[in-house]
């Protein structure tokens, strides 16, 4: 049977998990921040595709650690939430209020 953590182990094991879970969410941020960078450098243009294009690439960046097919499917993963987002961004009245 499993032992009963006290809220104090609780909060500690809380704390870890948090801790671990900002460092991957920034580690990934960086990633695409820095491959959108380069790429909006490369083509001179300051665009959709630029994110979309990151988004492929770090997908692809982290799904090859499980191989080919996984990376396959991760970089269309990202490529998409990518250009859901930047469409958002760019279409939404919250960013974009009108006048």
Request: positive net charge; hydrophobic residues 45%.
């Amino acid at each position: 049977t499993a032992v009963q953590m006290t809220t104090r182990e609780t909060l500690i094991d809380m704390r870890k998990t948090i801790v671990s879970n900002a460092k991957q969410f920034a580690t990934i941020g960086f990633m695409f921040a820095g491959v959108e960078c380069c790429i909006e450098s490369y083509r001179a243009k300051s665009d959709w595709k630029n994110s979309v294009y990151a988004g492929g690439v770090t997908g692809a960046m982290i799904g090859y650690r499980a191989g080919a097919k996984p990376a396959v499917f991760s970089a269309a993963g990202f490529a998409a939430f990518s250009y859901a987002i930047d469409y958002f961004m760019h279409t939404s009245s919250l960013f974009n209020p009108p006048g």
